[in-house]
């Protein structure tokens, strides 16, 4: 019988072949895997904040979707561009979106209205983000609107109507400092119990100076939502075609958002600031 032999060489091989496929299946371990999710106020999607409070939320993701309703704008010519979060609501001149208000927005008598606009200075007129129409009168039920722009700066004016309509608020002292060609973050609170008026601009309540944004109207009640047959995205309603009011036809002074609008919430009550500012931080990151 021959003898055998094995070489040192063909099993020092054959380990460290062993070795380089064990090796190359195992996966690097990431410390950040095991991490937590980083939360604001406690959340880790701006879709937990309020959950129950939220009556309508447009992504304007490729849709002009109501996820709540899951009933879809009217649209005029808008398309959809680079949102904060995916994509958002390309609007321009002559161009805009109309949702028929369902039951419970119509039911709203406190409220929080949060969006998230890009736009540029537009030279021919006002540039109205969001218009809670009044069928009536020359001015909506509620108006959010950029008015006295330059090329460094704007005046935001909001005006309301409360009190099934006979009282009226304007809110006219805000004003933006180089709102222009970036993402700004604006959110509207109104609290019927105290009626109370909050606007925050990037997750924090305004402040320029002594002037803040906060406003108290006397007698004011709910908010006139009751008889708001439309809601505009991207124009006032006297600027769509035909007009929504009998009020007013086309104006000049007016004109419509030239720049890209996503995130909009609308909420049954005034959120808090510390919600606002979790609000703004969750959606800056997607989330």
């Not at 105290?194 to 406003?215: D, I, K, P, R």
Request: aromatic share 14%; glycine share 8%; charged share 10%.
């Amino acid at each position: 019988m021959k003898n055998i032999k094995f070489g040192w060489r063909p099993a020092i091989c054959l380990v460290a072949a062993i070795g380089f496929f064990a090796s190359s299946c195992q996966k690097k371990f990431d410390p950040n895997s095991y991490k937590p999710a980083e939360t604001f106020g406690g959340y880790s999607a701006s879709s937990q904040i309020a959950s129950t409070d939220l009556v309508a939320y447009w992504a304007f993701n490729g849709s002009l979707v109501d996820s709540v309703s899951n009933t879809s704008c009217v649209n005029t010519g808008t398309t959809f561009g680079t949102g904060i979060v995916g994509q958002g609501l390309q609007c321009g001149l002559n161009t805009y979106a109309i949702f028929t208000p369902t039951t419970a927005i119509k039911n709203l008598q406190s409220a929080t209205i949060s969006f998230w606009v890009n736009t540029a200075e537009n030279s021919t007129g006002i540039q109205e983000a969001i218009c809670f129409a009044n069928s009536t009168q020359f001015w909506s039920n509620l108006d959010l609107f950029f008015d006295g722009q330059s090329a460094t700066g704007a005046t935001f004016k909001i005006h309301a109507y409360g009190n099934g309509g006979n009282s009226e608020e304007w809110l006219t002292n805000w004003t933006l400092n180089n709102p222009w060609n970036t993402w700004q973050h604006y959110v509207l609170t109104y609290d019927s119990a105290s009626a109370t008026f909050n606007f925050y601009v990037n997750g924090s309540l305004y402040q320029s100076g002594t002037n803040v944004g906060t406003a108290t109207a006397a007698n004011f009640g709910a908010l006139n939502f009751a008889a708001v047959p439309a809601i505009v995205f991207g124009t006032i309603q006297f600027m769509t075609t035909p007009s929504l009011t009998s009020g007013a036809t086309s104006q000049s002074w007016a004109s419509y958002l030239t720049g890209v609008l996503d995130e909009v919430r609308i909420y049954d009550k005034a959120l808090d600031a510390s919600d606002i500012a979790a609000l703004d931080k969750l959606e800056l990151l997607g989330r």
